[in-house]
């Protein structure tokens, strides 16, 4: 029940330039991961595919303020 709340912060921290944090993340991950594989793949997967769907999205948003501001600029 907690895994799938806190995997996402988890693995973000598991990259934070504290090493305390960081060591922390992974001793908690490690924990979560030896006691349910299945689930842990499965939070890693959603996690994954989430972050892939928020970087398409601000590709995305980005693209369009790009267009803008070329449509403004030929504009005057």
Known sequence: MILPLV??????????????V????????KIFQEMDKELFHRCM????????????KEEKRE?????LEAATALRG
Do not use: D, I, P, T
């Not at 995997?7 to 990259?15: V, Y």
């Open 63 to 67: 693209a369009m303020w790009k267009r």
């Open 45 to 56: 997967n959603e996690f994954l595919k989430a972050e892939a769907e928020a970087k398409a």
């Open 7 to 20: 995997f996402g912060a988890l693995e973000r921290n598991s990259h934070h330039w504290n090493q305390a």
């Open 22 to 29: 960081h060591n922390l993340s992974q001793n908690v991950k």
